[in-house]
């Protein structure tokens, strides 16, 4: 099992940055791909990005290509999410998870089986 903890979230207004990280405890990490995972209220859990164990493949969704960077420190233990131009709409707990089984940069939740407790962003417009 994997401890995943999160930090780094915050209020910004619209157009700022913010640089999420996760801090994993429990197993080898660089034997497993990372996500990010975002839930606005009211909404479901939805997709942000992910990366493999070696960082050379990574995933983005739609609406965040271009302005976020998932990106890894396997010396570390540590997964980032470099967010730039954010937007009101960004506004949501977002959520690091690890994919132990598949060990790819897979944009389905149900692939992850640790999940960290969540940071609050929020952008104000």
């Known amino acids: 099992q994997v401890q995943l903890l999160e930090s780094g979230g915050g209020l910004v207004p619209a157009g700022g940055s913010l640089r999420l990280s996760c801090a994993a405890s429990?197993?080898?990490?660089?034997?497993?791909?990372l996500g990010w995972f975002r839930q606005a209220p009211g909404k479901e859990r939805e997709f942000a990005a992910s990366?493999?164990?070696?960082?050379?493949?990574?995933r983005y969704a739609d609406s965040v290509k271009g302005r976020f960077t998932i990106s890894r420190d396997n010396a570390k233990n540590t997964v980032y999410l470099q967010m730039n131009s954010l937007k009101p709409e960004d506004t949501a707990v977002y959520y690091c998870?690890?994919?132990?089984?598949?060990?790819?940069?897979?944009?389905?939740?149900?692939?992850?089986?640790?999940w960290g407790q969540g940071t609050q962003v929020t952008v104000s417009s």
């Open positions: 429990g197993r080898t990490f660089s034997n497993y791909g």
């Open positions: 998870a690890a994919d132990t089984r598949y060990n790819g940069a897979t944009n389905y939740y149900r692939d992850y089986d640790s």
């Open positions: 990366i493999t164990w070696s960082g050379r493949t990574v």
